[in-house]
């Protein structure tokens, strides 16, 4: 058993690991507060792009088959969406998992395949992996920029235009809520209507609970409201379907095409971003809740160390008075 003084020394340093726990639990919520404006503030712009591309698409058939246009992949670049620090539980290693999963699918048909890794973490395991890199988006993980966005989404259309790459997937993480962030996959060249016109804006972005009693009770009291927060648009609304195409429907696909694209880029990122801080949220809650289980061990073996001590020095008090 140990001695009273190393259980003492054990509980100062759980004490002090509970205090860092505690304080990165706090910034990430407010992190994450922070992340979850950022996309309320972007999804009236996003809802209503959406819907005139959706009205669009729908209305002109001749449309869709500019933009959907299927041809042989030969080759596939993949943005991946990760952090730059770590402490986020298993944030990282689903991405990348997924991420080596879909290299190894494509290079066993004999597809290649280009990363554009976005977070230091993909970046150092892509590089690790010898996978082929396009730049490096490391500063786009903690700091969200529409403009670089932009950028990249320029260079994938012409790449994409220029038969340079056949296919555009994106690898992040959904953000639905404060205790659900979703893997998901999304193709973003060629573009497909069916998944563009199903895309799930379900998010929750007021509250910030993480377990499923919490998630259960603010549904029961707010309805299914509750859980959508300010994006409730499970249906985009419909504009009017009497287009007329001037100056022609090339130069208005290659206008409309890339501006979703690009929102869709951005989009992915703070979904990725609000989906860490919640990710280190919960990570944090859960190591404070499991030093408070320790320390409730440790204080207890601490006190029963030290009845036991003063029993043993009382049995010898009275032994020696006996004998004497």
């Known amino acids: 058993m140990a001695s009273l003084k190393e259980i003492k020394t054990r509980i100062g340093s759980v004490q002090n ?16 507060h922070h992340a979850q404006v ?7 712009y996003e809802n209503m792009l959406e819907s005139i591309l959706k009205t669009f ?11 959907t246009e299927e041809r042989e992949v030969k080759k596939v670049a993949l943005l991946v969406f990760s952090s730059n620090s770590s402490m986020c539980g298993g944030f ?23 990363i554009y890794p976005i977070g230091r973490k993909v970046y150092e395991k892509t590089v690790k992996l010898g996978y082929p890199v396009c730049g490096n988006f490391n500063a786009l ?19 994409y235009v220029n038969g340079e790459i056949d296919r555009v997937e994106l690898v992040y993480h959904h953000f639905k ?50 859980l959508q927060g300010t994006s409730s648009n499970s249906q985009a609304q419909k504009l009017n379907d009497n287009f007329i195409v001037e100056p022609d429907m090339e130069t208005i696909l290659y206008t409309l095409i890339p501006r979703y694209v690009n929102l869709m880029i951005y989009t992915a990122l703070l979904d990725s971003n609000a989906s ?9 809650q859960t190591a404070t809740d499991n030093a408070d289980e320790l320390l409730r061990e440790l204080n207890l073996q601490y006190n029963k160390g030290r009845q036991q001590a003063i029993t043993s020095e009382l049995l010898d008090i009275v032994g020696g008075s006996v004998n004497n």
Not at 38 to 44: A, G, S, T, V
């Open 38 to 44: 950022m996309i309320e503030n972007m999804l009236p």
């Open 141 to 159: 993980a903690d700091k969200p920029n529409a403009g670089d966005c932009t950028r990249i989404g320029e260079e994938l259309a012409e790449k």
């Open 177 to 226: 809520s404060a205790g659900s962030q979703i893997l998901t996959v999304k193709r973003l060249y060629p573009i497909d209507i069916e998944e563009a016109m199903n895309y799930d804006h379900t998010r929750d972005l007021k509250h910030q609970y993480v377990t499923e009693d919490a998630a259960n009770y603010l549904e029961k009291q707010g309805g299914h409201h509750a």
């Open 17 to 32: 690991t509970r205090k860092i726990t505690s304080a990165m639990k706090m910034v990430a919520s407010s992190k994450l």
């Open 57 to 67: 698409l729908a209305a002109d058939v001749d449309a869709r088959g500019i933009i």
């Open 92 to 114: 990282n290693s689903n991405v990348i998992k997924r991420m080596t999963h879909l290299v190894e699918e494509y290079q066993a048909k004999g597809v290649g395949v280009e």
């Open 276 to 284: 860490e801080h919640a990710a280190r949220m919960v990570a944090m």
